[in-house]
T-cell receptor, first 109, second 114 residues
Framework: GQNIDQPTEMTATEGAIVQINCTYQ??????LFWYQQHAGEAPTFLSY??LDGLEEKGRFSSFLSRSKGYSYLLLKELQMKDSASYLC??????????WGAGTKLIIKP | DVKVTQSSRYLVKRTGEKVFLECVQD?????MFWYRQDPGLGLRLIYF???????EKGDIPEGYSVSREKKERFSLILESASTNQTSMYLC?????????????FGDGTRLSIL
């Protein structure tokens, strides 16, 4: 079967750095997405990785290792507004998105 | 910016009712999707559409149907609502292109079936 694993919940301190991991086992691979979802709101697109390596976008970076079936989202200089759920999703061989259950990130002052 | 609008944020219906959830996008996207989101689970695809009048079953189509009469509108229909269809429903749209395009989501409809 297809499976996406990410931690259920993480806690971090304002101003710090946090890494949210995602491991996957899917039928084929055509890229990995990260989305942010604030409580009661729409998921919003953060990043897309299809090649190995690190992609940086401001305070957020996303890393992919296809050989390990592994990705992480790195958030730097955490702000209170970063409190949200972070969803990992893989595009499989049929170009269908397989979603993880999401990681709820709690930021403490 | 892409705008995906779902007709209701909250909806309460009774068992056995026929329920319509509406979704409209304003960016001329070809692809539209309906998901449900439940605690502890990833988004699960109900139905999707790649073009007007086209529909494809997702992973959990049972008990649902869809309609896409116009490019901008994708409707989800619960033929006879049941309590296990209480959930958050998310609509999304995306562009078709040579490169993979992200899906853009509406704010969701929280549906309760009593």
């Amino acid at each position: 079967g297809q499976n996406i694993d990410q931690p259920t919940e993480m806690t971090a301190t304002e101003g710090a750095i946090v890494q949210i991991n995602c491991t996957y086992q899917t039928s084929g691979f055509n890229g990995l997405f990260w989305y942010q979802q604030h409580a009661g709101e729409a998921p919003t697109f953060l990043s897309y990785n299809v090649l190995d390596g690190l992609e940086e976008k401001g305070r957020f970076s996303s890393f992919l290792s296809r050989s390990k079936g592994y990705s992480y989202l790195l958030l730097k200089e955490l702000q209170m507004k970063d409190s949200a759920s972070y969803l990992c999703a893989v595009l499989d061989s049929n170009y269908q998105l397989i979603w993880g259950a999401g990681t709820k990130l709690i930021i403490k002052p | 910016d892409v705008k995906v609008t779902q007709s209701s944020r909250y909806l309460v219906k009774r068992t056995g009712e026929k329920v319509f959830l509406e979704c409209v996008q304003d960016m001329d996207h070809e692809n539209m999707f309906w998901y449900r989101q439940d605690p502890g689970l990833g988004l699960r695809l109900i139905y999707f559409s790649y073009d007007v009048k086209m529909k494809e079953k997702g992973d959990i189509p049972e008990g649902y149907s869809v309609s896409r009469e116009k490019k901008e509108r994708f409707s989800l229909i619960l033929e006879s609502a049941s309590t296990n269809q209480t959930s958050m429903y998310l609509c999304a749209s995306s562009l078709t292109g040579e490169l993979v395009q992200p899906q853009h989501f509406g704010d969701g409809t929280r549906l309760s079936i009593l």
